[in-house]
């Protein structure tokens, strides 16, 4: 192993990146990876892809242009097997037909059921304080076994230059891929898409990530959530679950006793932080910031850390002391400011946006003002970082059980917004937003691939919808209308009342030019 990584790492710092991945293991054959083809033969069929049933064909997979200029990372388009995801090992993939899906279309796709996936069906995801006991610790449980299960996917901490030297010499890779169990799959590819690259002959981190920090935020996790609702689904052998969500506004002090507690996510310790509960006597952690901090380490998911830990009361309020944090969790009033917002996101499409739903959701933009400033830790971000811990690590948050339940509560209100605005995919920026993040960019590293524009859409493409969110996106604790409605510091958008006077044309006009000129102010107003 160790002989493996200190390859690995010749390959990391003079010649080539790592190809770490995780892939169908049975498209880890020689054949399979020297024919860069990935089109298994499902189980009651005789034809790749079950082309004899006609569920789908073994295609070339057309992954978007990755020639045009980013605004952003241009430097590190070729430096990071992210970027041509995932073509590094496959050229040839299944396509399905209908609403056949999966890596060899044997299933169907999210929200289609039956043999033929022709019947459509809409899944609830339940607020998880209003749960039954047994529902509750159904997740629990589930999330247990997941951690048990074996996945059918296999991961490789292998340069890709070296599974290529191997193939090419006609000798068996298997023993590069490693076999890794379903909860660690989740966990390994949340580390994967947010990790930090190299930069060439540098060591210094460049801070890139394919599902934070920019426009493909909401999208990226709304296919992750997807793709471990359906994993915990077929684990639990139970299609009707959903991953019910944490409603962090209902107290702003504690995660609900309700659900931190001993039975379900576990009480923390408050004189070492560690999580103490009936479902973590066993619990351990993989890819966690100690881990990866350095550079020249590669994550390796089979290095596990017993135990999992959060924040305690005590550092809370040190942090607050120190640092001038707010260590509770947002309110109703902050999520419903978020809302308010019709932008979806605006240049520079990352971190540093201002007055947009997006960023402000994510957590970079005040739910005061609306702008961006330094420190300023909002909605999703601001419960990460009040959960601490592993939570409060991006790359390896999903460690932490809590994070599926914080990150479908953060999808509903992703989901109120597409209601409530009911816009398209054509409000998403197709070349200036972050590697990884613009339209037509595939989500990595899942597979199959899908895009963002493919998630840009409401739940119930997707099969699913949740509890006290109506058609037009409102809810029970939704704000009065009061007018008007401010925008903190924010432009208030063009008038769409329809009147013809010329004074509120003109009006209009200076409105849209403002509107145009805010990615500039936010140049000066950044940090
Ligand atoms: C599924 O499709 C096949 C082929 O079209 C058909 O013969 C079969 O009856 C269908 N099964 C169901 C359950 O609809
Ligand atoms: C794989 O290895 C072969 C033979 O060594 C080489 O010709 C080919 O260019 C390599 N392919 C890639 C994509 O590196
Ligand atoms: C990996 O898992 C598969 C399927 O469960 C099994 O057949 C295989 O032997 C395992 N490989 C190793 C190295 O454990
Ligand atoms: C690495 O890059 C940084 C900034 O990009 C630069 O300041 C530093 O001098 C570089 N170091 C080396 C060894 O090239
Ligand atoms: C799932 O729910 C449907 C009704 O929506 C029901 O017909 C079916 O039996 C349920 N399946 C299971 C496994 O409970
Ligand atoms: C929040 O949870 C704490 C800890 O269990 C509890 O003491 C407090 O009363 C709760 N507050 C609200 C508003 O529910
Ligand atoms: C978690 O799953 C393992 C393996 O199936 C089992 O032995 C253990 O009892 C489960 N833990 C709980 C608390 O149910
Ligand atoms: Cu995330």
């Known amino acids: 192993m160790s002989c493996r990584i200190i390859t690995c790492l010749v390959f990391f710092v003079f010649i080539f990146p790592c190809a770490e991945g995780q892939f169908p293991r049975v498209c880890t054959s020689l054949t399979s990876l020297k024919n860069k083809k990935c089109c298994p033969i499902p189980k009651g069929f005789s034809a790749p892809c079950g082309n004899d049933g006609n569920r789908g064909t073994c295609q070339e997979l057309i992954i978007r242009d990755w020639t045009f200029k980013y605004s952003h990372y241009q430097t590190f388009q070729k430096k990071d097997d992210r970027h041509d995801w995932p073509h590094a090992l496959y050229h040839k993939t299944c396509k399905c037909n209908s609403n056949f899906a999966g890596y060899d279309c044997s299933k169907c796709e999210f929200g289609y059921y039956g043999k033929n996936c022709t ?7 339940k607020n998880f304080l209003t749960l039954s006991a047994e529902e509750k610790d159904r997740y629990m449980r589930y999330i247990n076994m997941s951690r048990y299960y074996i996945s059918d996917y296999v991961v490789t901490l292998t340069p890709y230059e070296e599974i290529n030297e191997t193939v090419m010499a006609n000798r068996d890779p298997t023993a590069f891929f490693h076999n890794i169990s379903n909860y660690d799959l989740f966990v390994w590819m949340h580390y994967y898409a947010a990790r930090d690259t190299i ?23 709304r296919l992750y959530m997807l793709a471990w609702e359906r994993t915990l689904q077929e684990i639990g052998n139970d299609e009707n679950f959903t991953v019910p969500y944490w409603d962090w506004t209902g ?31 066993n619990w351990y952690v993989i890819c966690t910031s100690e881990q990866t901090y350095s550079l020249t380490k590669i994550c390796d998911p089979t290095n596990k850390e017993p135990g999992l830990k959060r924040r305690t009361e005590k550092e809370k309020k040190d942090k607050v ?56 830790h909002t909605l999703h971000n601001q419960v990460h970082i009040v959960l601490g811990g592993v939570m409060g690590d991006v790359p390896s948050a999903s460690n932490d059980p809590i994070f599926p339940l914080h990150h479908s509560f953060v999808d509903r209100i992703y989901e109120k917004w597409l209601r409530k605005f009911n816009k398209d995919a054509s409000v998403l920026s197709s070349y200036d937003a972050p590697i990884g993040h613009n339209k037509d960019d595939v989500i990595v590293p899942l597979y199959p691939v899908y895009t963002h524009q493919q998630m840009f859409k409401k739940s119930f493409e997707f099969g699913y919808d949740y509890e006290d969110v109506d058609g037009n996106g409102k809810s029970s604790d939704d704000e009065k209308k009061v007018e008007p409605i401010s925008l903190g510091d924010c432009p208030v958008p063009c008038s769409k009342k329809s009147s013809k006077s010329s004074a509120v044309h003109a009006g209009m006009r200076l409105c849209g030019l403002l509107m145009s000129l805010l990615p500039i102010w936010q140049l000066f107003l950044g940090d």
């Open 199 to 221: 930069k060439p002959h540098n060591m210094t981190r460049a801070d890139i990530d394919f599902a934070h920090d920019g426009q493909g935020f909401p999208t990226w996790h």
């Open 321 to 376: 002391r120190n640092e001038g944090y707010t260590m509770t969790f947002p309110t109703t009033e902050e999520v419903n400011f978020a809302l308010r917002f019709e932008s979806f996101d605006l240049p520079p499409y990352g971190k540093e946006s201002s007055c947009n739903f997006r960023n402000i959701l994510e957590g970079y933009a005040s739910t005061k003002t609306g702008y961006r400033f330094q420190n300023v």
């Open 119 to 125: 019947q459509k069906k809409t899944l609830t995801r």
């Open 251 to 281: 107290n702003k002090t504690h995660c609900d006793p309700a659900i931190c507690s001993e039975e379900l996510l576990g009480v923390t310790n408050q004189a070492d932080g560690t999580v103490n509960g009936k479902y973590f006597d």
